[in-house]
């Protein structure tokens, strides 16, 4: 009688594991997709201010909204503090599609997008409201237009602040004071053109120079708001604190535009949303920061020196051809716009 219960042959096994393996090579294979699906959906965005900023602050908080909102859609990682280089590189990384999206000083895509120049005239607002005012009016929509030309989607201006004088070499009440000192300014020739005109000899540098050039002795002095000289701890370099006020500053959040229209309608919404919600509640929180930083600058010894109504006329006056010559290099359309929002 034949024996149906003989033992598999060495083809049969040899078949069996054939079987498994491109089951098992399937199953990695589908996994490595959906997380490759899923990956897309995961963005990044990275900038230069320190983890104390508000702004790094709120860009936590949009990481926290974008899934809720998105209901699972959308994921953030979120890098500070230069974890993916300067302010240059996060600019050149969005725009080449490396990263997703940056937060950034707006002097640092004027290299770009030079209108954004227009937003940061010297001496032209009088308080923040009116600074926000201008970026959230047709002013805004015009820089919009020119960022997108460019490969960028704004998604928002947060407050940077109101930029102030120090330096360690002699407190600042007349114009005279500003003669050749060696003052560290952003990439953003309306901002040099300025120093210039009231005497100063500016140097465009990375803010991740600043500390050691001040320390050095390399430059005398830098400008910025109060909440970047306090998280910077350039008061531990520099003696004096002037509250001039000279240019009122943005901080742009810009998005790849290709990876951006690739979202479905949904996903750009909730993007903007979450990003929405950040934006509005950075400016409310820079406001209290700013006069915080202030307070805690003076308790570290900085000596701060109260500019008089005239020498901030006299600054005013001398400055006013910058706004001219800025005209000349841009074009007058935004710049004109900025003037009417403010007038």
């Known amino acids: 009688m034949r024996n149906n219960n003989k033992a598999p042959s060495r083809l049969d096994n040899l078949t069996r594991a054939c079987v498994r393996t491109t089951l098992a090579t399937g199953l990695v294979a589908a996994t490595l997709f959906s997380a490759s699906a899923l990956a897309e959906k995961n963005l990044r965005l990275a900038g230069n201010f320190a983890t104390t900023h508000s702004s790094s602050v709120a860009m936590e908080q949009f990481k926290a909204r974008l899934p809720e909102i998105s209901k699972g859609a959308l994921t953030v990682d979120v890098f500070p503090a230069m974890q993916l280089g300067g302010a240059k590189e996060n600019i050149d990384q969005v725009r080449s599609g490396v990263l997703e999206m940056t937060w950034v000083g707006a002097s640092y895509l004027s290299r770009i997008v030079p209108e954004l120049e227009a937003v940061s005239l010297p001496f032209v607002y009088a308080n923040r409201e009116e600074a926000f005012k201008v970026v959230d009016g047709p002013v805004g929509t015009l820089l919009n237009e020119k960022l997108a030309e460019k490969g ?3 998604l928002g201006f947060m407050e940077l602040g109101s930029r102030q004088v120090t330096n360690s070499q002699h407190p600042i009440r007349t114009l005279a004071d500003f003669d050749g000192l060696k003052i560290r300014l952003q990439p953003n020739e309306t901002h040099l053109s300025t120093f210039r005109a009231l005497g100063a000899s500016p140097v465009s540098m990375g803010i991740n120079e600043v500390y050691s050039a001040l320390q050095q002795g390399v430059i005398d002095g830098q400008e910025n708001p109060y909440s970047v000289i306090e998280t910077q701890k350039f008061n531990e370099v520099q003696t004096y604190l002037t509250d001039t006020s000279h240019f009122f500053d943005f901080i742009v959040v810009v998005a790849n535009k290709r990876k951006f229209d ?25 406001a209290d ?27 005013r006056e001398r400055t006013a051809p910058v706004i001219e010559a ?18």
């Open 152 to 154: 960028f989607v704004a």
């Open 262 to 286: 690739k979202l479905d309608a949904p996903e750009q919404q909730a993007l903007r949303e979450a990003m929405g919600e950040a934006v509005a509640w950075q400016r409310t929180k820079a």
């Open 289 to 315: 920061e700013d006069t915080a930083a202030r307070d805690k600058l003076v308790a570290s010894n900085m000596e701060l020196v109260q500019v008089s109504p005239e020498l901030r006329q006299q600054m």
């Open 326 to 343: 800025l005209k000349e290099r841009i074009g007058s359309d935004v710049i004109d716009a900025v003037l009417a929002e403010v007038q």
